[in-house]
């Protein structure tokens, strides 16, 4: 304990944001990246429902395939990108695909409707405030996720 406590004093870190070995837990830059990508992606989600459902849109714009390619595409990534090995790498990569894989979708198709309607993006600077406010939510998922991975660490180490 007094050797984790004189290295956080000696690298000015404070002692309630530092793990076991005194190194700051938190963000990586990929965690960073995919944290702001997922946050544009669902502002124009957000555009792609609001075409939908006023009948704007009613079928994707681009075959089905194309949209399958993506979602593979981001399986492989997260895949080959995990850390983890076996069931843990499956598992974080197929939800990671499908939530991405739905993102992708929508935001695809939120970018074929802004570029037929750039007035519902630009009306009043609504496409500031969605981009906001989905940038915003998109770090509490991030949050969210770190903190599910620093409660499950923690409570392995008590076990």
């Known amino acids: 304990m007094a050797e984790h406590d004189r290295r956080t004093a ?3 870190r404070n002692a309630e ?6 190194e700051v837990e938190g963000t990586s830059s990929y965690g960073i990246s995919i944290t702001l990508i997922g946050g544009v992606l669902l502002a124009l989600s957000y555009y792609a429902v609001m075409a939908f459902r006023s009948g704007q849109i009613s079928d994707f714009s681009l075959p089905e395939p194309f949209y399958l390619l993506a979602v593979a595409f981001l399986f492989v ?4 990108k995990s850390r983890h090995k076996g069931l843990i790498a499956l598992v974080r990569a197929g939800l990671f695909a499908a939530v991405f ?4 979708v929508l935001g695809i198709e939120g970018v074929i409707y802004l570029v037929g309607a750039p007035e519902a993006a630009l009306a009043g600077y609504a496409g500031v405030t969605v981009l906001s406010v989905t940038l915003v939510v998109a770090a509490l998922g991030y949050f969210t996720y770190l903190s599910a ?5 923690r409570k392995r180490v008590r076990d």
């Open 149 to 153: 991975i620093g409660f499950d660490r």
């Open 77 to 80: 990534i997260e895949l080959l």
């Open 10 to 12: 000696s690298s000015g």
């Open 101 to 104: 894989g739905v993102l992708v």
């Open 17 to 22: 944001n530092t793990d076991r070995n005194g």
